[in-house]
């Protein structure tokens, strides 16, 4: 490595330029980024990223699971390599920026290392994990469970929205699920995983801090209730007569939302509400909700579970329906890497950046690649704490200054990692 590797800079410029390229594709006429894992708009995403990976010198491939990949070869073909990178897909109308700003900081990384013919040690791998946001009723984080070898065959067998399973949305994309076991990575190929994310909540800016040195990533469980009652007319049928999934689901969002407000659980959340078949005047026969539960500690959801599991008996006798509870697969909290962590601090002083501690409360690839190296977390402020949400937004320069912290943690941990 060359001594001048450390003062490197990242093209600000040209980050910001493909910020704003990307977040044209899959641009919503409601407001917002919409662009679901697996769809026409996350493909063409990622062949952008995949021109302006070989236009930077980086060798590109894409993986069975639709994982993009950009290598800048390392000095020492026996030493593992370092992973930096984030996902390009979104949730429904969100912003421009959870997931693609890491990844096109992951970029700017690797094209200022090549440009300056500064390669690291190690391999830099800058990658683009497919399905980060599991949305259409498919896992989360697909991507970067079949890199770390945990994306079972159940995942890829289970139907989401409208039937389709995750084999036919990974199919449907470029992906290969009949040999998704080909995408894993034994842990001595992964030096170390480094995500730089926008906070997507209000530390930052509380602390007025322009980096977050993340600590450790929520653990977090997903639930689907499927509540059962009688169809009937919304006219005729008397109040004590009436067995209204609606009702009981309503009952239920309360429940969820008591998990957390009588401190079980840090967060609880239902996200999805549908009713069937939803006309005015019928009493809904069916409901279903998508529920959401994270906290810091697996015993804590845990007993969250089995209180939601008892209360929906309670409601469920209650409103004369039945309710049916599908746990879906726990992501377990995550420590980040000290000494990862203590490169980002350095690289955060000597920017002369103000930085503090924090635990996520986002779920991030990061904490999936735990399983196969030690992983680190830049975060850089939301403005106003929103993501999720057509209103996301980050200081452009705070998105640079994160680029080039994450370029200097890099440079200063390829010096230690074995
Ligand atoms: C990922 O965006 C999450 O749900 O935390
Ligand atoms: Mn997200
Ligand atoms: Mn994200």
């Known amino acids: 490595m060359t001594s001048s590797a450390s003062d490197l800079e990242v093209d600000g410029g040209l980050l910001l330029a493909r910020l704003r390229q990307l977040s044209a594709i899959g641009t919503d006429p409601r407001g917002g980024v919409t662009r679901l894992a697996y769809s026409a708009e996350d493909v063409d995403a990622r062949d952008t990223v995949a021109d302006w990976m070989a ?162 990533i929520t653990g977090q469980v997903g639930v689907t209730a499927s509540i059962t009652g009688a169809a009937n007319h919304a006219g005729t049928t008397p109040m004590t007569r009436r067995r209204d999934a609606a009702v009981a689901a309503a009952h239920l969002v309360l429940t969820v939302e008591s998990l957390a407000r009588d401190g079980h659980v840090r967060v609880a959340t239902t996200g999805i509400l549908g009713l069937v078949p939803g006309a005015r005047n019928v009493i809904p026969g069916e409901a279903v909700l998508g529920i959401d539960i994270r906290d810091g500690d697996v015993g804590r959801m845990a007993a969250a579970l089995e209180l939601l599991g008892r209360q929906a008996t309670e409601v469920a006798a209650r409103t004369g329906t039945t309710i049916r509870l599908t746990v879906g697969p726990v992501q377990s909290p995550v420590a980040t890497d000290c000494r990862l962590a203590g490169h980002i601090v350095d690289a955060a002083e000597g920017l002369s950046a103000r930085w503090c501690e924090l635990t996520s409360g986002a779920g991030h690839d990061a904490q999936v690649m735990a399983a196969l190296a030690p992983v680190a977390m830049v975060f850089v402020p939301s403005v106003n704490g929103v993501s999720h949400s057509p209103h996301e937004d980050t200081d452009p320069e705070d998105l640079v200054l994160g680029a080039n912290v994450l370029l200097r943690a890099l440079v200063a941990a390829d010096l230690e990692l074995p």
């Open 55 to 216: 236009a930077a010198g980086l060798q590109v491939w894409v993986d069975e699971a639709t994982n993009l990949f950009g290598r800048l070869p390392g000095r020492d073909p026996h030493a593992g390599a370092v992973l930096t990178g984030s996902h390009l897909d979104s949730v429904s109308r969100a912003g421009a920026l959870d997931g693609p700003a890491g990844v096109i900081a992951g970029l700017a990384t690797a094209q200022a290392l090549r440009d300056a013919g500064a390669a690291l040690r190690h391999d830099l791998v800058v990658v683009a994990f497919g399905n980060e946001e599991g949305t259409r009723g498919t896992p989360g984080m697909v991507g970067s469970k079949a890199i770390a070898g945990l994306l079972t065959p159940e995942d890829l067998a289970r139907p989401g929205d409208g039937g389709v399973t995750l084999a036919d949305r990974l199919r449907g994309a470029g992906g290969d699920p009949e040999r998704i076991s080909r995408a894993a990575w034994s842990p001595d190929r992964v030096a170390a995983f480094v995500e730089m994310h926008i906070e997507q909540g209000p530390v930052l800016e509380a602390e007025d801090a322009r980096i977050g040195v993340v600590s450790s």
